[in-house]
């Protein structure tokens, strides 16, 4: 988190933190597809994450 309050992780598993800049690390390698997003938003939730699906992109931010 460093800082931030959130973070975008695209369906490519590509992830974009708040402030815009794409996250110096790989990408996520096998991150669920969108059809999973829905149950993959209950174990956010249940880890105290907020999880919302955008344009084919997941927002997590804490």
């Known amino acids: 988190s460093r800082g931030h309050h959130s973070m975008t992780v ?11 800049s794409t996250s110096v ?4 390698h096998g991150f669920p597809p ?8 209950q174990v956010f939730a249940g880890d105290g994450l907020a999880a919302e699906e955008t344009s084919g992109k997941l ?3 804490w």
């Open 10 to 20: 695209q369906e490519d598993g590509h992830i974009q933190l708040a402030d815009g």
């Open 34 to 41: 969108v059809g999973c997003w829905e149950k993959l938003k």
């Open 25 to 28: 690390r790989p990408e996520l």
């Open 59 to 61: 927002v997590l931010s």
